[in-house]
T-cell receptor, first 114, second 110 residues
Framework: DARVTQTPRDKVTEMGQEVTMRCQPILGHNTVFWYRQTMMQGLELLAYFRNRAPLDDSGMPKDRFSAEMPDATLATLKIQPSEPRDSAVYFC????????????FGPGTRLTVL | GENVEQHPSTLSVQEGDSAVIKCTYSDSASNYFPWYKQELGKRPQLIIDIRSNVGEKKDQRIAVTLNKTAKHFSLHITETQPEDSAVYFCAARAGNQFYFGTGTSLTVIP
């Protein structure tokens, strides 16, 4: 049963520190999504990639967030500097693109910025 | 872009009764509609999906219906059980992107 994996599962850090979250998509999936979930905003799309190329990152605050896919097995989401309002659960999801539809989520990284 | 609305935001049913959650979408180009179940502290899990060329799909106690003309789709859970209690999200895919509803918190009362 293939699954998306994410690390770390929990991260507590202080305001101003850099945070890096990692995601390993399901082998063979060519589309990767980053979402942020909070009680107030629900699920927000931050960025997504297809075949490692960023297709849309309009949901991300550009001044502090960056997303990359250095290779097909790793996607990263970085926040620098972090702020308390960034506290949320960050989910990565992967899929096979529009022709196949399905999107499966990783377990999430719970980020707390003090 | 696409806009997905979901109702109700909370729903309580007695164990054994049915639950229905409804979503509407705005982009007629949307062609794939998944439903996710999210338990507290867990990841959203895909429970059922439907493509735009199908009107209804069923998997045991769960069914989804799609009305393309009216641009709405619904999740039906029959014979509800306490373990069905969770937040349910609908979504619509337009192009590469998924657009999510705001979620329905379902409580099944034993």
């Amino acid at each position: 049963d293939a699954r998306v994996t994410q690390t770390p599962r929990d991260k507590v850090t202080e305001m101003g520190q850099e945070v890096t979250m990692r995601c390993q998509p399901i082998l063979g999936h060519n589309t990767v999504f980053w979402y942020r979930q909070t009680m107030m905003q629900g699920l927000e799309l931050l960025a997504y990639f297809r075949n490692r190329a960023p297709l849309d990152d309009s949901g991300m605050p550009k001044d502090r967030f960056s997303a990359e896919m250095p290779d097909a097995t790793l996607a990263t989401l970085k926040i620098q500097p972090s702020e308390p309002r960034d506290s949320a659960v960050y989910f990565c999801a992967s899929g096979l693109g529009p022709s196949r539809g399905e999107q499966l989520f990783g377990p999430g990284t719970r980020l707390t910025v003090l | 872009g696409e806009n997905v609305e979901q109702h109700p935001s909370t729903l309580s049913v007695q164990e054994g009764d049915s639950a229905v959650i409804k979503c509407t979408y705005s982009d007629s180009a949307s062609n794939y509609f998944p439903w996710y179940k999210q338990e507290l502290g867990k990841r959203p899990q895909l429970i059922i999906d439907i493509r735009s060329n199908v009107g209804e799909k069923k998997d045991q106690r769960i069914a989804v219906t799609l009305n393309k003309t009216a641009k709405h789709f619904s999740l039906h859970i029959t014979e509800t059980q306490p373990e069905d209690s969770a937040v349910y999200f609908c979504a619509a895919r337009a192009g590469n992107q998924f657009y999510f509803g705001t979620g329905t918190s379902l409580t099944v009362i034993p």
